[in-house]
């Protein structure tokens, strides 16, 4: 069975170091949405695409997040300068398309940020 | 602004026990309403949905009915086993092309 892919699975950084998050959607799934879920709370949406465009950003911290999916298929997720209160579980869905409420998550990169 | 509430956790039960942990929801509109759950060390995954009124999810004994009256997705299984511990998220979209929005979890944990 087709699955989300992410790497890497745990990441420890120190405080205003960068560090960047890969996923890779199952073949075929135009949507792509990257979640973030603090330690005893539900995922909420950093961002979501649509092929290469982004389609919700409004919950992304632009000041130090960025994120990309230049062809439309894999996506990169980038926190720079990173800080203490960004240590979280980071997720990666996936959906065919923005019709299909379906999302199918990864396994998730587990940051901490000493 | 759409929000989910759910009962707070953690859980123990006994196997074989009754479960229901409770979800209500506020949203504009006729959202689709999920259940996920996530296993130690594993992401989310998609239990069951139900995408307009009175429609019942069902997947692996576990059960949800969508009332609007009660704006309450309640997730229901009759008989729990210990593989059922897990963190549970009730979840609403508002439309098909929007994010979902997620509860705080429930951590569910069952005694052999």
């Known amino acids: 069975e087709a699955e989300v892919a992410q790497s890497p699975r745990y990441k420890i950084t120190e405080k205003s170091q960068a560090v960047a998050f890969w996923c890779d959607p199952i073949?075929?799934?135009?949507?792509l949405y990257w979640y973030r879920q603090i330690l005893g709370q539900g995922p909420e949406l950093l961002v979501q695409f649509q092929d290469e465009s982004v389609v919700d950003d409004s919950q992304l911290p632009k000041d130090r997040f960025s994120a990309e999916r230049l062809k439309g298929v894999d996506s990169t997720l980038k926190i720079q300068p990173a800080e203490l209160g960004d240590s979280a579980m980071y997720l990666c869905?996936?959906?065919?398309?923005?019709?299909?409420?379906?999302?199918?998550f990864g396994p998730g990169t587990r940051l901490t940020v000493l | 602004g759409n929000s989910v509430t759910q009962m707070e956790g953690p859980v123990t039960l006994s196997e074989e026990a009754f479960l229901t942990i409770n979800c209500t929801y506020t949203?504009?509109?006729?959202?689709?309403l999920f259940w996920y759950v996530q296993y130690p060390g594993e992401g989310l995954q998609l239990l069951l949905k139900a995408t307009k009124a009175d429609d019942k999810g069902s997947n692996k004994g576990f059960e949800a009915t969508y009332r609007k009256e009660t704006t309450s997705f309640h997730l229901e299984k009759g008989s729990v086993q210990v593989s059922d511990s897990a963190v549970y998220f009730c979840a609403l979209s508002e439309s098909s092309a929007s994010k979902i929005i997620f509860g705080s979890g429930t951590r569910l944990s069952i005694r052999p």
């Open positions: 869905a996936s959906s065919f398309d923005r019709a299909t409420d379906t999302q199918y």
């Open positions: 073949s075929g799934h135009a949507t």
């Open positions: 949203a504009t509109g006729y959202p689709s």
